[in-house]
């Protein structure tokens, strides 16, 4: 095994260090709490060192190591959700970071990187990296009100007849 993902290390702090005898050597790299609960580690043989691009330390529960393995990025992911015993609110919020996170780590299609967009149409509708619909609801209701403010001339006219407006407002 290469690369391996730890959970509950249970060790204090932070760091990284070599353990393993010569020739088969692993470099550790940790992310503990003070608590000396919880934890995460990923390990990564010698041979495979020199990809080390980055390791980002988001907290005790959530590290990302990024290494090039010949031509291609790999973005080693390690999280530890909370305990079943932890409050909703604490899980809600672990989880809304590590889909944020997922998400903001770069994509590659056919190796063309996927721009990253708050929001986007499509068929119709604004698509919100959230997945929240409240960006469309607004703007269906401004384009809704605009449509509304410019006929409103026609609403008022004592010229044309109700079942024109009728008309109208059905299309």
């Not at 690369?3 to 503990?32: D, H």
């Not at 390690?78 to 970071?97: C, L, M, Q, T």
């Amino acid at each position: 095994m290469d690369v391996a993902c730890v959970q509950e290390t249970q060790w204090r702090g932070s760091g990284c260090r070599l353990f393993g005898a010569i020739g088969k050597r692993y470099k550790l790299f940790w992310m503990g709490s003070k608590a000396k609960n919880d934890g995460v580690k990923i390990s990564v043989a010698q041979k495979w060192l020199d990809g080390v691009v980055s390791v980002e330390r988001h907290s005790e529960t959530v590290l990302v190591l990024k290494l090039v393995l010949h031509d291609c990025l790999l973005n080693v992911l390690i999280v530890y959700a909370p305990h079943s015993g932890k409050p909703d609110e604490e899980k809600e919020r672990f989880w809304n970071k590590v889909f944020f996170m997922w998400y903001a780590y770069h994509i590659l299609i056919q190796n063309e990187l996927l721009e990253r967009v708050d929001t986007f149409p499509y068929l119709g509708s604004q698509i919100t990296e959230d997945g929240e619909c409240v960006t469309e609801l607004h703007t269906r209701l401004n384009r809704r009100q605009a449509i509304g403010a410019s006929l409103q001339k026609i609403w008022k006219s004592h010229s044309i007849p109700i079942s024109t407006k009728i008309q109208l407002m059905k299309r």
